[in-house]
Each structure stands twice: as structure tokens, then as C-alpha cells.
């Protein structure tokens, strides 16, 4: 009997300079445990969903990075203050929000809410664009990848890998649902893509032409669901 895999989405921002890798905010989701047709920006319990701000990062380099400036930054809680003997204002992490922690506690909380995700298969990572996320969820954790528990995957799945396999565009929530480059927003998008993408290929409605040589993991081949038919046609997207 296969057991079926515990898939979580995650999101991380972080800063990195060629050097090092500084997590920013994180977000986790189960989504085997969201209710079903839950909207991606659906506010969930804790047994379902992680979110965290790293209150040790310096804002100072975050500011340094139109990137992070533009898109990261606005979605954090900060305060400004004015700086004692001096003519100055400084803006901060706001601490007193309860999803800013040390970024300690989030490495044990994250390692936790990881490691005890319900059921008894084997553990599955996806995120969007994920390469660099996931040498970012390792450090933050664990340090060096050698001390990564041998139950977290050594890959994260790349969701937009597993649109491209099934032929199909990868489609985005509906407009409203969720804030772009929020952690949490990004990793509740990444579950919705997921779970929709798991519809179309059990349904089959994927390009004739597909054909899969090895299956995503934790997803049925889905190649002989396929009607390769006289007119057979792909034909409807959604």
C-alpha cells in the first residue's frame, strides 16, 4: 500500500549577497490539511499554516536592495523612532507584532511545524522559484545541509516544473487573494496552484502529446488518462 506524502508550499524572502543567505520572513503551508476549495488567502489555524518575521534582520539591508525595498519591505510591520543625541529617525522591525520572533525560535518552530506534519508518508517541499529558498529553510534550521534531518526532502518541488510536465499555464489566484512577496500570501498561492494543478491531472485535460516519462513526485503518472483517440484534443484549460 503507498502512503500518501505530506506536501507542504513554503515562501521565504531573504537577503544574500554572494556570501551569505539572511532569512527574512517565512511562510509554511500543510496542504493536505486545508479545507476543501479554501481560497489561497483564506486565514487558517496553526495546525495548518506557519508565518514568521525574522526579528534580528537589519533594515539597514533591506534598504540597501531596490529589490527587497520595493517589494519586501513594505509588507513588514516597522516603526520609526527618533535616535537619542541625535537629528536622525530610525526605522525598525516592529517587535510587538507575535509573528516577529528571534530567528532562532523561528528555526525551531519551523523545524517543528515541519517535522510534524500529520500522516505517514514521506515529506514533500514545493514553493515557486524555490532553489535558493530552500538553501535558505536549511541554514535558517539546521546550518549546514549535513545536519538536515534525514526526514526533510534534500530538493523542494518546483511548481512551476510540474505545470510545464502537465502542458498547462501555470494560473494565478484570483486578483485580491493575498499580497505578492508577503511570505505567507506567496506560500498560500503556491498550495492553491498546487491542489489545482492536482485537478487537471487526475482529470486527464492536459495536451495528448504529453507524454510522462517519470511522474512528479508524489502524482500518478497521468499519461494513460490521456484519450489519444482520432480528434483527440486538448480542450479546456481549467
Known sequence: ???KPRRLTYDLEFVEDGH???LVSIGVVRVDALPPRSAPATATGPDVEYYAINADISIERLTSRPWLAENVLP??????REQRYMSQRRTDIDRREPYVKPRR???AEVAKFLLDTPGDGSLELWADCGAYDHVCLCWTCWGPMAKK???IPDRTNEIRQYAEHLGVPLLNPPVGRGVKHRAI?????VAWQLRRLDEQARSGRIPA???HDMPVAGITPVAAQVSRGPGSRWTNRL
Open 1 to 3: 500500500m503507498t502512503t
Open 20 to 22: 551569505s543567505i539572511e
Open 75 to 80: 509588507h513588514l510591520p516597522t516603526f520609526t
Open 105 to 107: 525560535q523561528i528555526a
Open 149 to 151: 534531518p534525514a526526514a
Open 185 to 189: 500570501d506567496d506560500a498560500r498561492t
Open 209 to 211: 502529446s504529453v507524454v
